[in-house]
């Protein structure tokens, strides 16, 4: 009685029975593993779970940096390398020549790196090449070659062996030469020491000798002109009478130019007049304010002015206040009157005494100025001649000055010069000898495997790293939210090797029916009306899991207690066939078949049926874009709670924004790694365009070990995967099938 339904997990479709009862259904869809593409972010996680994937390059890489560093060090010639230790001393200065005392030495970081770069410097190379005779050995030249060129090789060879490195922080230095004989390299280390000794001391002694010998005849001819210039200066200041004042002496202890004693003389009347400038308009604007109303500032303190006018004040008030009493004729009246008169003459006459005093002060401060004009007129002549006189003396002011300061410079050099001349000590000495070396420095294989395990590891990772960031597919959740900005409703697991989805979905604690609850539940809260009752299922490729989640989320649905109605919407590829053929189905009845009375199949599992998409049509978008469609889902939304739809794959197909239009929600399947960014955002823009109201994505065929998500709380998948949880299972119920009833 029962056919049994075959797991999703080879290729073909889900067959359902075509009689009312007792009939059977077979299922299979193809479903194609998935890519395994880890989310590609810059963490140590998302690190590690990319280097997992790519393990084998990654190990391909190392082995090849493990084997190059070995070759190349196999192939490598063996390097020696010799070091002779100097010290470098330097004398900063002597308290005393010919005294016994010890030179003052000081630390250096610029001497030191002088001495360094004089240590591997060409001049020096050239000497040790001559004093070896380098030229003539063949290890270093080819024989055949002129003595020039050949000399010129070695000097190359030479420079590029040498090194020249302090110890820690103090003076001394290890001068280091890499040859590929032991000997040769002790021999050339100890010959860079003792040529770089020599040529310093010769250095120095040429120096100060060629240095003694330019200053003394520098110094002769400088003493020569400073006599010249200092007898012309006194001579010509004696013909133009030119006395000048010297200046008190500057910090440096010399005086500074003189001045003439008119210029003296101006500087000073010149500062004179300026006071008596400020005096005079002083006054003048006192004088000017007191004529134009009387009140200025000597009337405002004058002490008789002021007590008169506060006598005044009073009888002027015991004037007002008898007023009320008397009239202005009362006798006593006009004696008041006459002594307030009496008070403002006398007051005018004290400000008139004032005005005239301010008169007298302006008219002395303006003949003080004229004088001093005068007089600074009379000096500023004098100074102009003197200094038409004194252009020349200034020329042969400046050319004395210059000699003096060259003839003490050169003779302070002198001195120095000497006091250096007088050391005959080297300030380089040898501390260690180069030894033979006993074994090659380089190389190294230790050394040289860790460099190459570092670098191809580098490589690697970078390698595999600019994959994954080509790589724009939606592997991860993640990659949901971040790349096509829409939420995630569930993520299914990839099916076992050897499991079906048949199989997972009866067993209810499985990975498989655990993810499918989560994305039910999260169709529950994806909006303010719970869940919508038509909702499309489709995907934007064959073969991601559209077929498969559609039957899980219907079935997850029926679990709870809803009403469900299956409907097989591919009507291109139906996913549910009957087996000896419906005379309805889907096409059937969008083609003119009776709606009001659809055959619907009924299934062993409680509340769930099927409506499966019978005989494939030759225009399945004209029916689904018929009115017929609508009627129909109003039809069935009558009967069940639930109108789970299983649409055709959108890309290339007007199919499924049809549907969407037609149905309360989209639930968009996204196999995971197997879909670019642009075809999945293209497909939601069609689904949109066409006025579908896209709930979200599922996405499928995920391998959460692989990706670096693991097991436990995440996205839905229990605690365990065990197939034993359910008390009482048994071989037998593991290998349930569906039943479809009619």
């Known amino acids: 009685m029962t056919d049994m339904i075959e797991g999703f997990r080879g290729t073909g479709t889900m067959s359902l029975p075509t009689v009312p009862s007792g009939g059977a259904l077979s299922t299979s869809v193809a479903l194609p593993p998935p890519q395994e593409t880890p989310e590609f972010e810059m963490n140590l996680r998302a690190i590690l779970r990319i280097l997992m994937k ?87 030249a080819p024989p055949s070659l002129p003595r020039e060129t050949r000399e010129k090789i070695a000097v190359a060879k030479l420079r590029g062996g040498l090194t020249a490195a302090p110890v820690g922080i103090s003076r001394l230095m290890n001068v280091t030469f890499v040859s590929t004989d032991r000997a040769e390299a002790a021999r050339i280390a100890d010959a860079f020491a003792e040529t770089f000794i020599s040529t310093g001391l010769e250095r120095r002694y040429d120096a100060t000798a060629y240095a003694r010998n330019f200053l003394q005849q520098r110094i002769a001819a400088v003493k020569t002109a400073l006599d010249q210039s200092e007898r012309q200066l006194v001579v010509y200041a004696r013909q133009q009478g030119i006395v000048n004042i010297e200046s008190a002496p500057g910090p440096d202890g010399r005086a500074g130019p003189g001045t003439s004693l008119d210029a003296t003389s101006l500087s000073a009347l010149n500062g004179s007049l300026s006071q008596a400038q400020d005096a005079r308009m002083a006054a003048e604007g006192r004088y000017n304010q007191s004529r134009a109303n009387g009140t200025t500032t000597e009337t405002i303190t004058n002490g008789t002015i002021s007590t008169l006018q506060g006598e005044r004040s009073r009888l002027f008030a015991e004037y007002q206040e008898k007023l009320g009493i008397f009239k202005p004729d009362f006798p006593q009246m006009k004696d008041l009157q006459a002594r307030i008169n009496a008070l403002d003459g006398q007051i005018n006459k004290e400000r008139s005494a004032v005005s005239t005093a301010l008169r007298s002060e302006y008219a002395a401060a303006l003949s003080r100025e004229n004088a001093l004009k005068a007089r600074v007129a009379q000096l500023k002549g004098s100074v102009l001649d003197l200094r038409d006189r004194s252009i020349q003396y200034n020329i042969l002011q400046r050319e004395v000055d210059t000699n003096r300061s060259l003839y003490d410079a050169l003779l302070q050099r002198y001195k120095q010069i000497g006091v250096a001349g007088g050391i005959g000590e080297s300030q380089a000495s040898i501390v260690d000898h180069a030894v033979p070396p006993g074994a090659p420095f380089s190389p190294r294989l230790t050394a040289n495997l860790a460099i190459g395990l570092l670098v191809s590891m580098l490589l690697g990772i970078a390698v595999i790293l600019a994959i994954e960031y080509i790589d724009d597919t939606i592997k991860v959740p993640e990659d949901v939210e971040s790349k096509l900005k829409i939420s995630v409703l569930g993520v299914i697991p990839k099916l076992a090797r050897d499991a079906t989805l048949i199989e997972e979905l009866s067993i209810s604690r499985s990975k498989i029916s655990e993810a499918y609850f989560t994305a039910r539940t999260s169709l529950q809260f994806s909006s ?74 009924s299934t062993n599992i409680t509340n769930l049926h099927l409506l499966p998409s019978g005989p494939i049509p030759p225009n399945p978008a004209e029916l689904l874009a018929s009115v017929n469609l609508p009627r129909l889902l109003a039809v069935v939304r009558e009967r069940f709670d639930l109108i789970v739809v299983d649409g055709p794959p959108i890309l290339g197909l007007a199919d499924a924004p049809l549907l969407g239009a037609a149905c309360d929600g989209t639930v968009v399947i996204i196999e995971s790694g197997a879909i670019r960014r642009p075809a999945a955002l293209n497909s939601i823009k069609q689904l949109r365009s066409a006025g579908a109201r896209v709930m979200g994505v599922v996405l499928t065929k995920f391998n959460p070990k692989f990706e670096g998500y693991g097991y436990g709380y995440g996205y839905g998948y229990g605690y365990s995967y065990g197939y034993g949880a359910d008390k009482g299972e048994n071989d037998k119920d593991r290998q349930r099938r569906i039943e479809l009833m009619s």
């Open 54 to 140: 790519w393990r084998w390059l990654f190990l391909a890489f190392i082995m090849a940096g493990l084997v190059g560093s070995t070759a190349l060090t196999l192939l490598s010639t063996p390097l020696f390398k010799a070091t002779t230790t100097m010290e470098i001393k330097r004398q900063e200065s002597q308290i005393m020549k010919d005294s016994s005392l010890e030179p003052v030495t000081v630390n250096d970081p610029a001497y030191m790196a002088t001495q360094f770069g004089l240590m591997q410097s060409r001049d020096l190379a050239v000497k040790v090449a001559q004093r070896l005779n380098l030229a003539s050995n063949p290890a270093y």
């Open 528 to 601: 303010p009306e719970g869940t919508p009752r038509t909702l499309l299922v489709t995907s934007t490729k064959p073969s991601e899991g559209k077929s498969s989640s559609a039957l899980g989320l219907a079935q997850s649905f029926a679990k709870v207690g809803l009403k469900v109605l299956l409907i097989d919407a591919d009507m291109r590829k139906p996913s549910f066939t009957a087996k000896d053929g419906d005379a309805a189905g889907l096409s059937g009845l969008l083609a003119g078949g009776n709606l009001n009375d659809p055959r619907v199949l």
